[in-house]
């Protein structure tokens, strides 16, 4: 039986190889070489497309652009279409300032980069852009808030202040965050289990025991940066993006803070996602012309908006908070003329009053039924 105990100790050997290679495997060191090409090896991200040369298209020329920031005057705010919030069969979004909408999909209602402060800023009394008009609606006004979304660090589109309220409020939303982001968010008392950090093209399908329909979520490519705090090493060391929507066959964009590079992101979005049904595209902060290395300017958007096929979109990133140059009514007039020029229809591309709920996806009878 020598020969049987030899075979035996020899299977138990090859069995505990194969477990210490797995366990090496699973818990092994990550490779550089291994890293995709937007990681750096210090844990920073970075940009992958090419720089182009920035860009002045429908904008005057730099040296005709006022000196002083942005003069903002209050934006009228829109009142009225609660029943549109109110009924569990429609789709609306609602603009509440800056990069802050209120999409709400049937019964499901989520928050896009939610800044309801008085600034932009890490201190709220005496420094930072100041907002030049009030939140088009409260927070506390808002349909239960089911899922926040957060494009980046920056502080006009992450507010410490907004999702502790929104948490206070609705303690069982979810915050879809870029990577690196959550530790951030956790430092503020969001449970690490209701946090969901995606990288570039990582996707995530989401049900909610209430609701019946299901909600995909893939965190998109975007050229920006990201900084958070004094420090230079704060800068790029958590990733941006946008975030793609997929919802009963419907696909919404939201674009987060973007400048075009060199164009070969949205391409791609393009390629795998148009046509989309709705877009969230930024049109403010553009002039002078060195600020399009990081934000697009109205023609740009009109742009992506061709690019992506996208059959109604949504203006944002303007009006709320002086950070650049541009006079308050640069980003519509440029838009209107943008719009012209790419023969898009009127309707096609809109910019929505504060607090305006706008009702989107009208399902027919016929589609009403045939909707699964
Ligand atoms: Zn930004
Ligand atoms: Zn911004």
């Given at each position: 039986m020598l020969w049987l105990q030899k075979f035996l100790l020899f299977l138990l050997l090859i069995l505990m190889s194969g477990i210490l290679s797995c366990a090496e495997k699973s818990a092994g060191e990550v490779s550089l070489e291994n890293l995709p090409l937007h990681h750096l090896p210090d844990g920073h991200f970075r940009n992958t497309d090419t720089l182009t040369e920035p860009i002045r298209d429908t904008m005057e020329v730099d040296s005709l652009v006022p000196t002083e920031r942005t003069q903002l005057r209050p934006l009228p705010i829109f009142r009225g279409g609660e029943e549109i919030w109110a009924d569990s069969s429609a789709s609306s979004v609602t603009w509440i300032g800056h990069s802050t909408y209120c999409i709400k999909l049937k019964k499901l209602s989520i928050l896009a980069n939610p800044i309801f402060s008085e600034r932009a800023s890490p201190v709220q009394f005496f420094f930072g852009p100041k907002r030049g008009s009030p939140p088009g609606r409260a927070l506390d006004s808002l349909p239960n808030v089911d899922l926040v979304l957060i494009s980046h660090d920056h502080y006009d589109h992450l507010d410490r202040g907004s999702i502790k309220d929104i948490y206070k409020k609705w303690p069982a939303c979810y915050f879809a965050v870029p990577l690196k982001v959550a530790a951030i968010l956790e430092d503020w008392g969001i449970p690490k289990s209701q946090i969901i950090e995606l990288d570039w093209w990582e996707s995530r399908i989401f049900s909610w025991k209430n609701l019946q329909d299901k909600l995909t979520l893939t965190f998109v490519p975007a050229h920006h940066t990201s900084r958070r705090g004094a420090f230079k090493s704060s800068r790029n060391a958590t990733l941006w993006g946008g975030w793609m929507l997929e919802f009963e066959k419907k696909k919404l964009w939201f674009a987060g803070d973007i400048a075009m590079g060199d164009g070969s992101y949205y391409k791609e979005i393009a390629k795998k996602f148009a046509p989309v049904d709705v877009a969230f595209l930024p049109i403010g902060s553009y002039k002078p012309s060195r600020y399009t290395r990081v934000h697009v300017s109205p023609r740009q958007a009109a742009q992506l908006h061709q690019l992506v096929q996208s059959k109604k979109s949504f203006?944002?990133?303007?009006?709320?908070?002086?950070?650049?140059?541009?006079?308050?009514?640069?980003?519509p007039k440029d838009l209107a003329r943008a719009k012209k020029e790419l023969q898009i229809?009127?309707?096609?591309f809109i910019i929505p009053g504060l607090g305006e709920i706008v009702q989107i996806f009208v399902y027919s009878n016929l589609e009403q039924k045939n909707a699964p």
């Open positions: 203006a944002m990133h303007w009006g709320t908070f002086s950070m650049v140059y541009e006079r308050m009514d640069d980003p229809p009127e309707n096609d």
